[in-house]
Protein backbone atom coordinates (compact mmCIF):
# COMPACT_ATOMS: atom_id res chain seq x y z
CA UNK A 1 0.00 0.00 0.00
CA UNK A 2 1.43 3.42 -0.81
CA UNK A 3 -0.80 6.76 0.19
CA UNK A 4 0.32 9.96 -2.34
CA UNK A 5 -0.46 13.60 -0.94
CA UNK A 6 0.12 16.25 -3.72
CA UNK A 7 1.26 19.90 -2.81
CA UNK A 8 2.00 22.88 -4.62
CA UNK A 9 -1.16 23.94 -6.42
CA UNK A 10 -2.28 27.28 -6.34
CA UNK A 11 -3.36 30.56 -8.40
CA UNK A 12 -0.76 31.83 -11.19
CA UNK A 13 -0.72 34.07 -14.05
CA UNK A 14 -0.27 32.55 -17.87
CA UNK A 15 3.56 32.61 -17.89
CA UNK A 16 4.13 32.08 -14.44
CA UNK A 17 5.64 29.08 -12.82
CA UNK A 18 4.69 26.16 -10.02
CA UNK A 19 6.22 23.21 -8.82
CA UNK A 20 3.97 20.60 -7.63
CA UNK A 21 5.26 17.62 -5.07
CA UNK A 22 3.72 14.19 -4.45
CA UNK A 23 4.78 12.53 -1.36
CA UNK A 24 4.79 8.75 -0.68
CA UNK A 25 4.49 6.57 2.49
CA UNK A 26 4.26 3.43 2.42
CA UNK A 27 6.36 0.57 0.97
CA UNK A 28 9.38 1.38 -1.50
CA UNK A 29 9.04 4.10 -3.23
CA UNK A 30 11.77 3.09 -5.84
CA UNK A 31 10.26 0.16 -6.81
CA UNK A 32 7.32 2.67 -8.07
CA UNK A 33 6.83 3.56 -11.82
CA UNK A 34 5.39 7.46 -11.18
CA UNK A 35 2.65 9.38 -13.23
CA UNK A 36 1.20 12.73 -13.74
CA UNK A 37 -2.61 13.44 -14.25
CA UNK A 38 -4.95 16.34 -14.71
CA UNK A 39 -8.54 16.67 -14.85
CA UNK A 40 -10.57 19.94 -15.87
CA UNK A 41 -14.07 20.68 -15.40
CA UNK A 42 -15.87 18.74 -17.65
CA UNK A 43 -13.35 16.94 -19.31
CA UNK A 44 -12.03 13.55 -18.67
CA UNK A 45 -8.13 13.11 -16.80
CA UNK A 46 -5.95 13.01 -18.92
CA UNK A 47 -1.61 11.89 -19.10
CA UNK A 48 0.45 14.46 -18.29
CA UNK A 49 4.09 12.91 -17.81
CA UNK A 50 5.58 9.78 -16.09
CA UNK A 51 8.62 8.84 -15.01
CA UNK A 52 10.43 5.43 -14.13
CA UNK A 53 11.83 3.82 -10.62
CA UNK A 54 14.75 5.64 -10.64
CA UNK A 55 14.44 8.80 -12.80
CA UNK A 56 15.80 8.00 -15.56
CA UNK A 57 13.62 7.59 -18.15
CA UNK A 58 10.51 10.34 -18.54
CA UNK A 59 7.67 10.82 -20.86
CA UNK A 60 5.31 14.13 -21.52
CA UNK A 61 2.08 14.46 -23.06
CA UNK A 62 2.89 16.53 -26.69
CA UNK A 63 0.47 19.47 -24.74
CA UNK A 64 3.23 19.50 -22.07
CA UNK A 65 6.36 18.83 -23.43
CA UNK A 66 8.91 21.62 -23.06
CA UNK A 67 7.45 23.62 -20.51
CA UNK A 68 6.65 20.97 -17.75
CA UNK A 69 9.49 18.53 -15.80
CA UNK A 70 9.06 15.15 -14.06
CA UNK A 71 12.08 14.64 -11.50
CA UNK A 72 12.10 12.56 -8.35
CA UNK A 73 14.46 12.24 -5.28
CA UNK A 74 14.11 8.86 -4.17
CA UNK A 75 15.68 9.35 -0.71
CA UNK A 76 12.97 12.02 0.04
CA UNK A 77 10.18 9.71 -1.47
CA UNK A 78 8.85 12.51 -3.59
CA UNK A 79 8.46 13.37 -7.22
CA UNK A 80 8.17 16.63 -8.36
CA UNK A 81 6.18 18.24 -11.85
CA UNK A 82 8.08 21.28 -12.63
CA UNK A 83 6.05 23.77 -14.82
CA UNK A 84 6.85 26.76 -16.07
CA UNK A 85 5.02 28.93 -19.17
CA UNK A 86 1.56 27.84 -17.96
CA UNK A 87 -1.37 28.56 -19.61
CA UNK A 88 -4.91 29.02 -18.62
CA UNK A 89 -5.41 25.77 -20.67
CA UNK A 90 -3.46 23.84 -18.21
CA UNK A 91 -6.54 24.44 -15.20
CA UNK A 92 -6.85 21.70 -13.56
CA UNK A 93 -6.81 19.08 -10.94
CA UNK A 94 -3.51 17.42 -10.86
CA UNK A 95 -2.90 13.90 -9.41
CA UNK A 96 0.08 11.92 -9.03
CA UNK A 97 -0.40 8.12 -9.35
CA UNK A 98 2.41 5.00 -8.22
CA UNK A 99 2.71 1.12 -10.42
CA UNK A 100 4.53 -0.89 -8.40
CA UNK A 101 7.26 -1.75 -11.39
CA UNK A 102 10.49 -1.22 -12.12
CA UNK A 103 10.06 -1.58 -15.79
CA UNK A 104 9.65 1.57 -18.00
CA UNK A 105 7.09 4.23 -17.33
CA UNK A 106 2.93 4.09 -18.09
CA UNK A 107 0.74 6.47 -19.53
CA UNK A 108 -2.55 4.67 -19.49
CA UNK A 109 -4.36 6.14 -15.72
CA UNK A 110 -5.96 2.26 -15.69
CA UNK A 111 -2.19 0.81 -15.10
CA UNK A 112 -1.39 2.64 -11.92
CA UNK A 113 -2.80 0.89 -8.52
CA UNK A 114 -2.35 4.20 -6.68
CA UNK A 115 -3.48 7.87 -6.67
CA UNK A 116 -3.18 11.05 -4.51
CA UNK A 117 -6.32 12.99 -3.73
CA UNK A 118 -4.75 16.05 -6.18
CA UNK A 119 -4.11 20.09 -6.00
CA UNK A 120 -5.45 22.47 -7.64
CA UNK A 121 -3.88 24.27 -10.11
CA UNK A 122 -5.70 27.26 -11.47
CA UNK A 123 -4.19 29.50 -14.69
CA UNK A 124 -5.67 33.06 -14.90
CA UNK A 125 -4.98 34.95 -18.12
Known amino acids: QVQLVESGGGLVQAGGSLRLSCAAS????????MGWFRQAPGKEREFVGAINWSGGITYYADSVKGRFTISRDNAKSTVYLQMINLKPEDTAVYYC??????????????????WGQGTQVTVSS
Open 26 to 33: GRTFSSYA
Open 97 to 114: AAKATTSGYYVQSREYEY
